[in-house]
């Protein structure tokens, strides 16, 4: 979905759009829900409202993919031309404040928009469960690196004073 800079300015400067559709993730296709309210002051446009959504995450722990929903709350600023070429001593400061800047393009892809919210948002080492163990197969990886188990080592010394 596309949102013409124009038709902003030419509806007062304000419209509010309710997106439902789809968003490919790790090329896998996830609804996403989001209201979203754009409003142009000058060289600057505002964007605010939420967007939720299901998704699927890997636990850092057990490695299983589980169902993720992530509700996130938007406000972000844009300039519509670079700043650097209309306040190159001010840029400095702004870069801070919106890193943001469409350059002079006139038409604002939402899709991209919302995927980059999203995969901000969504957390780095997400953990399906507070007390999630690690896998099976982890575990047997473990064992099998590691030394003898040292409950053995007492049958070891029994075998050997039974010889002597
Ligand atoms: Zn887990």
Do not use: W
């Amino acid at each position: 979905m596309y949102i013409n800079i124009d038709e902003i300015k030419n509806n007062k400067n304000e419209i509010v759009i309710d997106y439902n559709d789809k968003i490919s993730f790790e090329n896998e296709l996830y609804p996403v829900q989001a209201k979203l309210h754009f409003k142009i002051c000058d060289n600057i446009m505002q964007i605010e409202g939420n967007v939720k959504g299901n998704t699927k995450l890997i636990c850092n722990r057990c490695l299983k993919e589980n169902d993720y929903r992530f509700s996130y709350k938007i406000n972000e600023l844009y300039a519509l031309d670079s700043l650097l070429d209309k306040y190159p001593d001010e840029y400095e400061i702004k870069d801070g404040n919106f890193v943001n800047d469409l350059n002079g393009e006139k038409e604002f892809n939402v899709d991209d928009f919302l995927y980059q919210i999203i995969t901000i948002n969504l957390p780095n080492n997400y953990v399906c469960d507070i007390n999630c163990i690690e896998n099976d197969e982890n575990i047997k990886k473990y064992f099998k690196n590691s030394d003898i188990d040292p409950r053995m080592e007492i049958f070891k010394e029994i075998i050997v004073k039974e010889k002597e």
